[in-house]
Nanobody
Framework: QVQLVESGGGLVQAGGSLRLTCAAS????????VGWFRQAPGKEREFVAA????????YYADSVKGRFTISRDNAKNTVYLQMNSLKPEDTAVYYC????????????????WGQGTQVTVSS
């Protein structure tokens, strides 16, 4: 029903910035909440940020608060994650996920997932 494709990952030095993009299919995608998650090698998937359908509400993990910004452009069926002041511990595969009914940090509540994009931050 919904397909998500992440892009924008890459290799940056600590303190640098990247902007991730989550492109979605579907005419009704604008009604979905979207979350960003990440998974580093040997670690469990962790929540990064979420945004509701109207972009009236956003939520961030403490580890990225003040550095990352989630936003969306419903006309383009696109959600962004602007990542500033990147740290080596931000290195992970980043995934976007969508839910028609849930917006938050609990990943089993999300219904659709992208394939992920690699972010590597060097010291």
């Amino acid at each position: 029903q919904v397909q998500l494709v992440e892009s924008g990952g890459g290799l940056v030095q600590a303190g640098g910035s990247l902007r991730l993009t989550c492109a979605a299919s579907g005419r009704t995608f604008s009604s979905y909440a979207v979350g960003w998650f990440r998974q580093a090698p040997g670690k469990e998937r962790e929540f990064v940020a979420a945004i509701n359908w109207s972009a009236a509400s956003t939520y961030y993990a403490d580890s990225v608060k003040g550095r990352f910004t989630i936003s969306r452009d419903n006309a383009k069926n696109t959600v962004y994650l602007q990542m500033n002041s990147l740290k080596p511990e931000d290195t992970a595969v980043y995934y976007c996920a969508a839910s028609q009914y849930y917006s938050g940090s609990y990943y089993p509540k999300y219904d659709y997932w992208g394939q992920g994009t690699q972010v590597t931050v060097s010291s």
